[in-house]
C-alpha cells in the first residue's frame, strides 16, 4: 500500500513511528484512527502541534 500526503497528496512520505508518518514535501506528520486523518506541525522543540481548522472547530 502506497501511503499518499493527506494535504499535498505527495508521495516523498516516511514512517516515523507505528502508524504515523511524515511528509517531506509539507514538513508535517499525520496519522490514520478510525477513519480520520489527523495532522500535525512539528513545534521547534520537537513536540507535535494538532492542526485545526478553524472554521470547522475540528481536526483535519
Known amino acids: 500500500m502506497t ?3 493527506p ?3 505527495g ?3 516516511g514512517k516515523v513511528g507505528t502508524d504515523q508518518y511524515y ?3 509539507c514538513f ?3 496519522n490514520f484512527n478510525q477513519g480520520h486523518t ?3 506541525s512539528v513545534a521547534e522543540d ?3 502541534v494538532a492542526m485545526e481548522d478553524a472554521a470547522a472547530g ?3
Do not use: H
Request: net charge positive; glycine share 4%.
Open 3 to 5: 501511503v499518499k500526503c
Open 7 to 9: 494535504v499535498c497528496r
Open 11 to 13: 508521495l516523498q512520505i
Open 23 to 25: 511528509c517531506w514535501n
Open 28 to 30: 508535517l506528520e499525520f
Open 38 to 40: 489527523n495532522i500535525f
Open 46 to 48: 520537537g513536540s507535535l
Open 58 to 60: 475540528q481536526i483535519l
